[in-house]
């Protein structure tokens, strides 16, 4: 190439790189105001976005306003233009936009805000404090009784009226985790669950980057796309849910797999770390048969087989049968459905009143074959973190039981895998769901 032609070519670049930092700079300061936002309307109370609970972020009432809906989705959708933004310009590696520096203390700052703020958009977390109250406090199996059960105890007015009468659908390894908070009080139990939380996503962050650096992917990228992700900080942070926990888990395994690749024991490792993660959330188990399949070895089956027999002797000491029956609980809250998810939609589509028995059965079926034809590509030399996360992907796409923190559970694998396209479909489906979200913004206020 001419002289005259290399400067031609590289006069946009020059161009792009003085505007380009500063616009960078801006989508960051856009994300940190519209998480602010939502955390000091939210501390202002009496919102139906912000569920019923204790005064924990008392402190920074009088700041903001009252969270109407029309306020949070105008917030909700500058942060997602803002973090797409972010993530196309941060893709254009040659300009150097955002240093390893600037992306951790823009995720820093993030989980900071939402961190100190009130409980966010769902009544989960109270559910997790009831059971443990309900074992620690009152002697009860939460694997048998409701938070009903406990209608005297301070935390059951905080419950969500779908979740009152319902058991636990959580692994033992997570109920015995929450035991320890009980004794703290109501209070001090929902700050532990918000430090959980916390701790739990700075882990997945961590791993996450660790497992971008081994694939030789930009670290600096992965981390945004994952803890500046608005579903992630919003509603799945916000909310302080168990899933950041299997999703530390998931990351963990998926490291020791890539790190030390060939490591019968680190495989091992990976596999049990697969299992206990399922004792937490039984979804995360998604991901070993890819392994196993892509591996062909028997480490992973006795690692697995080691921490499933570890996980029995546990939950049936401390929780009898029911402690160790998965099944029954996920057939349960399999028959669920809720006004977010794509079958729900799809049934009103066509005029449907709502998702019919007939209906889970096709959707059922059309996960096996999904996952059937996945583990065949696998078996051909398909890479299994992108086969995992496309069965996770579509795990929350066939549940008739779709909410905002499941569709957050491929994107850690997304953003290390070799199929940008598993990315690509993760965050069309996050865009669906803001879509169905901000919808109420398109009707005229009276």
Not at 108 to 118: D, M, N, S, T, Y
Not at 314 to 342: E, K, P, Q, W
Request: proline share 5%; hydrophobic share 55%; net charge positive.
């Amino acid at each position: 190439m001419s002289v005259a032609a290399q400067s031609v070519a590289s006069a946009p670049r020059v161009r792009s790189g003085r505007w380009a930092p500063a616009l960078a700079g801006a989508l960051a300061l856009l994300l940190v105001a519209a998480a602010a936002e939502i955390v000091l309307d939210g501390a202002a109370g009496h919102s139906a976005l912000i569920p019923k609970s204790p005064a924990i972020a008392g402190w920074l009432s009088g700041v903001g306003e009252r969270l109407g809906y029309r306020v949070f989705l105008i917030a909700l959708l500058v942060s997602v233009g803002a973090y797409t933004g972010l993530l196309a310009l941060a893709r254009r590696r040659e300009l150097s936009l955002i240093s390893k520096r600037s992306a951790i203390a823009l995720v820093g700052a993030l989980h900071l805000i939402v961190f100190v703020g009130p409980i966010l958009l769902s009544t989960d977390v109270f559910s997790y404090i009831a059971y443990a109250r309900m074992g620690v406090e009152h002697g009860l199996n939460p694997y048998l009784h409701g938070p009903s059960s406990i209608l005297g105890d301070p935390v059951y007015s905080y419950v969500g009226k779908d979740w009152k009468h319902v058991a636990t659908a959580y692994g033992p390894f997570y109920t015995l985790l929450s035991y320890p908070l009980a004794p703290l009080g109501l209070t001090g139990a929902l700050w532990g669950m918000k430090l959980e939380a916390l701790l739990a996503s700075v882990g997945t962050l961590a791993l996450t980057w660790r497992c971008a650096r081994a694939r030789e992917l930009d670290p600096v990228w992965a981390i945004l796309a994952v803890g500046a992700n608005p579903l992630y900080v919003i509603y799945g942070l916000g909310g302080a849910h168990n899933d950041l926990i299997m999703l530390v888990a998931m990351m963990g395994a998926v490291s020791l797999t890539l790190v030390t690749p060939g490591s019968h024991g680190r495989e091992a490792g990976a596999a049990s770390l697969i299992v206990a993660g399922a004792l937490v959330k039984a979804t995360v188990a998604a991901l070993l048969p890819f392994m196993i399949v892509s591996r062909r070895r028997l480490a992973p089956i006795l690692g697995a087989l080691a921490m499933l027999a570890l996980g029995a002797v546990i939950g049936y000491a401390a929780f009898g049968i029911h402690g160790i029956d998965v099944v029954s609980a996920l057939n349960r809250d399999a028959a669920f459905v809720s006004t977010d998810s794509f079958a729900a939609e799809i049934a009103h589509l066509f005029g449907k009143p709502g998702v019919f028995p007939i209906d889970h059965d096709l959707l059922k079926a059309g996960l096996v074959l999904i996952v059937l034809h996945l583990l065949w590509r696998t078996w051909r030399g398909y890479d299994w973190i992108a086969a995992a996360g496309w069965s996770l992907l579509a795990i929350s796409v066939t549940s008739t039981w779709l909410l905002a923190w499941y569709i957050l559970w491929p994107l850690p694998l997304a953003v290390v895998c070799r199929d940008r396209r598993l990315l690509i479909a993760t965050l069309a489906v996050q865009g669906l769901f803001v879509a169905h979200q901000i919808t109420p913004l398109l009707v005229p206020v009276s």
